[in-house]
Protein backbone atom coordinates (compact mmCIF):
# COMPACT_ATOMS: atom_id res chain seq x y z
CA UNK A 1 0.00 0.00 0.00
CA UNK A 2 1.29 3.28 -0.87
CA UNK A 3 0.50 6.20 1.35
CA UNK A 4 0.32 8.46 -2.12
CA UNK A 5 -2.28 6.55 -2.79
CA UNK A 6 -5.15 8.95 -1.40
CA UNK A 7 -9.28 8.06 -1.70
CA UNK A 8 -10.46 9.27 -5.28
CA UNK A 9 -13.02 11.85 -5.53
CA UNK A 10 -16.74 10.39 -5.18
CA UNK A 11 -18.70 10.25 -8.33
CA UNK A 12 -21.78 11.68 -9.74
CA UNK A 13 -24.08 10.42 -12.32
CA UNK A 14 -25.03 13.94 -12.84
CA UNK A 15 -22.95 16.40 -14.70
CA UNK A 16 -22.51 19.72 -13.75
CA UNK A 17 -22.49 22.53 -15.39
CA UNK A 18 -20.52 25.66 -14.08
CA UNK A 19 -17.16 24.81 -12.73
CA UNK A 20 -17.50 26.59 -8.89
CA UNK A 21 -14.39 28.44 -8.68
CA UNK A 22 -14.16 30.11 -11.94
CA UNK A 23 -18.03 29.88 -12.92
CA UNK A 24 -16.82 28.58 -16.57
CA UNK A 25 -18.05 25.13 -18.04
CA UNK A 26 -17.66 22.13 -15.82
CA UNK A 27 -16.28 18.85 -16.60
CA UNK A 28 -16.95 16.80 -14.04
CA UNK A 29 -16.26 16.34 -10.26
CA UNK A 30 -12.79 16.64 -9.21
CA UNK A 31 -11.12 16.65 -5.78
CA UNK A 32 -14.61 16.13 -5.03
CA UNK A 33 -15.77 19.40 -6.65
CA UNK A 34 -17.42 20.41 -9.79
CA UNK A 35 -14.55 21.86 -11.77
CA UNK A 36 -13.31 22.89 -15.45
CA UNK A 37 -10.11 21.34 -16.16
CA UNK A 38 -8.20 24.31 -16.05
CA UNK A 39 -8.95 24.46 -12.04
CA UNK A 40 -8.57 20.69 -11.83
CA UNK A 41 -4.95 20.92 -13.07
CA UNK A 42 -4.15 24.62 -11.65
CA UNK A 43 -5.21 23.00 -8.23
CA UNK A 44 -2.96 19.98 -9.05
CA UNK A 45 0.09 22.35 -10.01
CA UNK A 46 -0.74 24.51 -7.28
CA UNK A 47 -0.03 21.72 -4.22
CA UNK A 48 3.04 20.38 -5.91
CA UNK A 49 4.74 23.44 -6.14
CA UNK A 50 4.41 24.34 -2.81
CA UNK A 51 4.22 28.06 -3.75
CA UNK A 52 2.43 30.24 -0.53
CA UNK A 53 2.10 33.53 -2.92
CA UNK A 54 -0.55 36.57 -1.40
CA UNK A 55 -2.77 38.20 -3.61
CA UNK A 56 -1.61 42.07 -4.42
CA UNK A 57 -4.87 43.22 -5.00
CA UNK A 58 -8.40 43.20 -2.58
CA UNK A 59 -8.20 39.44 -1.88
CA UNK A 60 -11.61 39.28 -3.88
CA UNK A 61 -10.36 38.27 -7.35
CA UNK A 62 -12.19 34.86 -7.17
CA UNK A 63 -15.54 36.64 -5.36
CA UNK A 64 -18.40 36.36 -8.14
CA UNK A 65 -20.78 38.13 -6.00
CA UNK A 66 -18.39 41.16 -7.50
CA UNK A 67 -17.69 40.82 -10.80
CA UNK A 68 -19.26 38.71 -13.54
CA UNK A 69 -15.52 36.55 -14.32
CA UNK A 70 -12.69 36.09 -11.79
CA UNK A 71 -9.03 37.63 -12.48
CA UNK A 72 -7.75 34.71 -13.59
CA UNK A 73 -3.79 35.77 -13.11
CA UNK A 74 -4.13 35.79 -9.27
CA UNK A 75 -3.23 32.53 -8.28
CA UNK A 76 -3.46 33.23 -5.17
CA UNK A 77 -6.98 34.16 -4.95
CA UNK A 78 -7.61 31.09 -7.23
CA UNK A 79 -6.03 29.19 -5.29
CA UNK A 80 -7.48 30.17 -1.83
CA UNK A 81 -10.87 29.92 -3.72
CA UNK A 82 -10.54 25.97 -4.55
CA UNK A 83 -9.80 25.39 -0.99
CA UNK A 84 -13.09 27.33 0.22
CA UNK A 85 -15.71 25.50 -2.31
CA UNK A 86 -13.69 22.25 -0.92
CA UNK A 87 -11.27 21.09 -3.18
CA UNK A 88 -9.78 17.91 -1.41
CA UNK A 89 -6.07 16.74 -2.08
CA UNK A 90 -6.45 13.57 -0.42
CA UNK A 91 -8.29 12.75 -3.35
CA UNK A 92 -4.93 13.38 -5.76
CA UNK A 93 -2.93 10.79 -6.54
CA UNK A 94 0.48 11.63 -6.24
CA UNK A 95 2.24 9.26 -8.50
CA UNK A 96 6.14 8.89 -7.76
CA UNK A 97 8.15 10.93 -10.02
CA UNK A 98 11.46 9.50 -11.29
CA UNK A 99 13.66 10.79 -13.74
CA UNK A 100 15.94 7.61 -14.00
CA UNK A 101 15.57 4.31 -13.41
CA UNK A 102 18.25 2.80 -10.21
CA UNK A 103 19.43 6.51 -9.46
CA UNK A 104 20.00 6.68 -5.80
CA UNK A 105 19.83 10.63 -5.89
CA UNK A 106 16.40 10.40 -7.86
CA UNK A 107 15.35 7.68 -5.51
CA UNK A 108 15.94 9.64 -2.55
CA UNK A 109 14.17 12.78 -3.99
CA UNK A 110 11.27 10.75 -5.50
CA UNK A 111 10.72 9.57 -1.82
CA UNK A 112 11.08 13.16 0.08
CA UNK A 113 8.76 14.89 -2.26
CA UNK A 114 6.57 11.79 -1.54
CA UNK A 115 6.55 12.59 2.24
CA UNK A 116 6.32 16.22 1.08
CA UNK A 117 2.95 15.61 -0.54
CA UNK A 118 1.11 13.07 2.25
CA UNK A 119 2.19 15.87 5.14
CA UNK A 120 0.69 17.96 2.80
CA UNK A 121 -2.60 16.66 2.30
CA UNK A 122 -2.64 15.35 5.71
CA UNK A 123 -2.13 18.81 6.99
CA UNK A 124 -5.10 19.83 5.14
CA UNK A 125 -7.02 16.41 6.10
CA UNK A 126 -6.48 18.18 9.83
CA UNK A 127 -7.68 21.39 9.57
CA UNK A 128 -10.92 19.51 8.27
CA UNK A 129 -10.80 18.00 11.60
CA UNK A 130 -10.41 20.74 13.79
CA UNK A 131 -13.52 22.78 11.47
CA UNK A 132 -15.35 19.97 12.07
CA UNK A 133 -14.99 19.76 15.99
CA UNK A 134 -15.40 23.39 16.15
CA UNK A 135 -18.63 23.51 14.18
CA UNK A 136 -22.33 24.12 15.18
CA UNK A 137 -23.14 20.26 13.79
CA UNK A 138 -24.11 18.76 17.42
CA UNK A 139 -26.17 15.00 17.13
CA UNK A 140 -27.58 13.40 19.93
CA UNK A 141 -25.25 10.26 20.25
CA UNK A 142 -28.64 8.18 20.74
CA UNK A 143 -30.09 8.87 16.96
CA UNK A 144 -27.18 7.45 15.71
CA UNK A 145 -28.14 4.38 14.57
CA UNK A 146 -25.81 1.77 13.55
CA UNK A 147 -22.00 2.26 12.60
CA UNK A 148 -22.89 0.62 9.42
CA UNK A 149 -25.41 3.48 8.52
CA UNK A 150 -22.70 5.71 9.43
CA UNK A 151 -20.09 4.28 7.12
CA UNK A 152 -22.80 4.04 4.41
CA UNK A 153 -23.20 7.60 4.75
CA UNK A 154 -21.49 11.12 3.32
CA UNK A 155 -18.53 11.83 5.69
CA UNK A 156 -19.45 14.37 7.72
CA UNK A 157 -16.42 16.17 7.60
CA UNK A 158 -17.38 17.77 4.44
CA UNK A 159 -20.35 19.20 6.45
CA UNK A 160 -18.25 21.57 8.66
CA UNK A 161 -18.44 24.94 6.40
CA UNK A 162 -21.96 24.55 6.10
CA UNK A 163 -23.01 24.58 9.53
CA UNK A 164 -20.48 27.33 10.45
CA UNK A 165 -18.60 27.55 14.12
CA UNK A 166 -20.61 27.40 17.50
CA UNK A 167 -20.83 30.38 19.24
CA UNK A 168 -19.88 31.02 22.99
CA UNK A 169 -16.92 29.57 23.32
CA UNK A 170 -14.65 29.38 25.45
CA UNK A 171 -17.59 28.35 27.84
CA UNK A 172 -16.91 28.65 31.49
CA UNK A 173 -17.76 25.99 33.69
CA UNK A 174 -20.56 26.19 36.72
CA UNK A 175 -19.40 24.61 40.34
CA UNK A 176 -22.81 24.66 41.03
CA UNK A 177 -23.35 21.94 38.37
CA UNK A 178 -22.58 18.42 39.78
CA UNK A 179 -20.49 16.80 37.45
CA UNK A 180 -21.91 13.08 35.84
CA UNK A 181 -18.99 10.46 36.08
CA UNK A 182 -20.12 8.78 33.16
CA UNK A 183 -19.03 9.25 29.26
CA UNK A 184 -22.95 9.05 27.80
CA UNK A 185 -24.17 11.40 29.84
CA UNK A 186 -27.40 13.67 28.88
CA UNK A 187 -27.83 15.11 25.19
CA UNK A 188 -28.19 19.55 25.50
CA UNK A 189 -28.49 21.16 22.17
CA UNK A 190 -25.90 24.23 23.09
CA UNK A 191 -22.97 21.65 24.94
CA UNK A 192 -21.78 18.72 22.68
CA UNK A 193 -20.79 14.82 24.27
CA UNK A 194 -17.28 15.62 23.27
CA UNK A 195 -16.49 11.50 24.18
CA UNK A 196 -19.12 10.61 21.24
CA UNK A 197 -18.56 13.60 19.13
CA UNK A 198 -14.57 12.57 18.95
CA UNK A 199 -14.77 9.05 18.53
CA UNK A 200 -17.32 10.23 15.62
CA UNK A 201 -14.86 13.01 14.14
CA UNK A 202 -12.10 10.33 13.77
CA UNK A 203 -14.24 7.73 12.55
CA UNK A 204 -14.48 9.89 9.56
CA UNK A 205 -11.13 10.69 9.48
CA UNK A 206 -10.19 7.06 8.95
CA UNK A 207 -12.95 7.13 6.19
CA UNK A 208 -10.80 10.20 4.29
CA UNK A 209 -8.41 7.58 3.42
CA UNK A 210 -8.59 5.77 -0.54
CA UNK A 211 -8.18 2.32 0.63
CA UNK A 212 -11.09 2.25 3.24
CA UNK A 213 -13.37 2.03 0.49
CA UNK A 214 -11.79 -0.90 -0.84
CA UNK A 215 -12.42 -3.01 2.16
CA UNK A 216 -15.64 -5.09 2.89
CA UNK A 217 -17.97 -3.91 5.52
CA UNK A 218 -16.91 -6.58 7.86
CA UNK A 219 -13.07 -5.27 7.75
CA UNK A 220 -13.90 -1.84 7.63
CA UNK A 221 -15.95 -2.62 11.15
CA UNK A 222 -12.42 -4.05 11.97
CA UNK A 223 -10.24 -1.19 11.33
CA UNK A 224 -13.03 0.93 13.08
CA UNK A 225 -12.74 -0.78 16.10
CA UNK A 226 -9.24 -0.94 16.68
CA UNK A 227 -7.93 2.22 15.27
CA UNK A 228 -10.83 4.51 16.30
CA UNK A 229 -10.01 5.17 19.71
CA UNK A 230 -6.51 4.97 20.11
CA UNK A 231 -6.33 7.88 17.76
CA UNK A 232 -8.95 9.65 19.40
CA UNK A 233 -6.87 9.85 22.47
CA UNK A 234 -3.87 10.29 20.87
CA UNK A 235 -5.96 13.27 19.15
CA UNK A 236 -7.45 14.74 22.16
CA UNK A 237 -3.80 14.56 24.20
CA UNK A 238 -2.25 16.29 21.09
CA UNK A 239 -4.52 18.94 20.99
CA UNK A 240 -4.15 19.57 25.06
CA UNK A 241 -0.73 19.86 24.51
CA UNK A 242 -0.84 22.36 21.67
CA UNK A 243 -2.72 24.43 23.87
CA UNK A 244 -0.43 23.95 27.43
CA UNK A 245 -2.87 22.54 29.09
CA UNK A 246 -2.59 20.53 31.95
CA UNK A 247 -5.63 18.09 31.81
CA UNK A 248 -7.90 16.63 28.46
CA UNK A 249 -9.10 19.64 26.97
CA UNK A 250 -11.60 20.20 24.16
CA UNK A 251 -12.29 23.19 22.24
CA UNK A 252 -14.80 24.52 23.64
CA UNK A 253 -12.05 25.05 26.41
CA UNK A 254 -14.17 22.33 28.53
CA UNK A 255 -12.52 19.42 30.20
CA UNK A 256 -13.51 15.97 28.86
CA UNK A 257 -12.92 13.56 30.27
CA UNK A 258 -12.41 15.36 33.17
CA UNK A 259 -9.64 14.64 35.44
CA UNK A 260 -12.16 13.85 38.23
CA UNK A 261 -13.51 10.83 36.18
CA UNK A 262 -12.32 7.03 37.80
CA UNK A 263 -10.58 6.27 34.55
CA UNK A 264 -8.99 9.78 33.81
CA UNK A 265 -5.13 8.38 34.35
CA UNK A 266 -5.98 5.95 31.61
CA UNK A 267 -7.59 8.23 29.11
CA UNK A 268 -4.74 10.76 29.49
CA UNK A 269 -1.91 8.25 29.62
CA UNK A 270 -0.58 10.26 26.70
CA UNK A 271 -0.26 13.88 27.61
CA UNK A 272 3.02 13.55 29.69
CA UNK A 273 5.00 11.95 27.32
CA UNK A 274 4.18 13.95 24.64
CA UNK A 275 5.36 16.96 27.12
CA UNK A 276 8.58 15.18 27.40
CA UNK A 277 8.74 14.04 24.11
CA UNK A 278 8.33 17.49 22.66
CA UNK A 279 6.09 15.55 19.75
CA UNK A 280 6.09 17.95 16.58
CA UNK A 281 3.15 18.37 14.40
CA UNK A 282 3.69 16.99 10.71
CA UNK A 283 5.06 13.57 13.75
CA UNK A 284 2.04 13.67 15.26
CA UNK A 285 -0.08 13.17 11.43
CA UNK A 286 2.28 10.57 10.55
CA UNK A 287 2.10 8.91 13.92
CA UNK A 288 -1.88 9.12 13.47
CA UNK A 289 -1.63 7.56 10.26
CA UNK A 290 -0.04 4.98 11.93
CA UNK A 291 -2.90 3.91 13.88
CA UNK A 292 -4.54 3.32 10.78
CA UNK A 293 -2.45 1.83 8.51
CA UNK A 294 -1.25 -0.82 11.23
CA UNK A 295 -0.81 -3.95 9.57
CA UNK A 296 -0.99 -6.41 12.79
CA UNK A 297 -4.51 -5.75 13.43
CA UNK A 298 -6.28 -9.03 14.60
CA UNK A 299 -8.96 -10.34 12.38
Known amino acids: MELSQIKPSSSSSTLPEKCMIC ?29 EAKCVLRKDCYDLTKRREPLFRCR ?17 NFQA ?25 LL ?9 R ?19 STNKLSMADSYGEITGWPIKSDSRVPLKHNYFQTYYPKSKHWWF ?24 LLLIRHAVVGITLFHISYF ?46 LLKLLFVCNPVISG
Not at 134 to 152: F, G, H, M, T
Open 23 to 51: NRTAHGFHCDVATCKGCKTFFRRQLLSGE
Open 97 to 121: RTTAPNCEENSFKTTENLIHDVVGM
Open 124 to 132: HLESKVEKF
Open 76 to 92: PCRFQKCIYVGMNPLAL
Open 197 to 220: FNLLTLTEYVRTFWFFDSLDLQDQ
Open 240 to 285: TIQRSCQYLTQPDGSQHPHNTMPDYKIVSMLVDPMYRLKIQNEESL
Open 134 to 152: KCSYNPDWKEIDKIQSLLS
